[in-house]
């Protein structure tokens, strides 16, 4: 069974940094492509970051380009967000998922998920 573990959210001020880490478990990870997404309060859950299974490809957000990356490394099973010059808008829940294939966002559905790790940026 495929499980993912989001960590490393946190509060910070404007202008601050953050990476989340997402430990998969179960299935071939390196055959899968993933993705960040994420949920703030009243709102439909966005898209942030994705890549392929090799990190080949990859897609952001308008709202987080240049100033997001997100990275993957098949031998810990583990990918990463790297958030700089965060916003108070960027405060939300962030979600780790797994796609169906080894393509991106949006070229492909998301089927397992995290439970989400909390960020919140204040002015």
């Known amino acids: 069974q495929v499980q993912l573990v989001e960590s490393g959210g946190g509060s910070v001020q404007a202008g601050g940094s953050l990476r989340l880490s997402c430990a998969a478990s179960?299935?071939?990870?390196?055959?899968?492509?993933m993705g960040w997404f994420r949920q703030a309060p009243g709102k439909e859950r966005e898209a942030v970051a994705a890549?392929?299974?090799?990190?080949?490809?990859?897609y952001y957000a308008d709202s987080v380009k240049g100033r997001f990356t997100i990275s993957r490394d098949n031998a810990k099973n583990t990918v990463y967000l790297q958030m700089n010059s965060l916003k108070p808008e960027d405060t939300a829940t962030y979600y780790c998922?797994?796609?169906?294939?080894?393509?991106?966002?949006?070229?492909?559905?998301?089927?397992?998920w995290g439970r989400g790790t909390q960020v919140t940026v204040s002015s």
């Open positions: 998922a797994r796609a169906r294939n080894s393509g991106s966002y949006p070229y492909t559905e998301y089927d397992y």
């Open positions: 179960g299935g071939t990870f390196s055959s899968y492509g």
């Open positions: 890549l392929t299974w090799n990190g080949g490809r990859t």
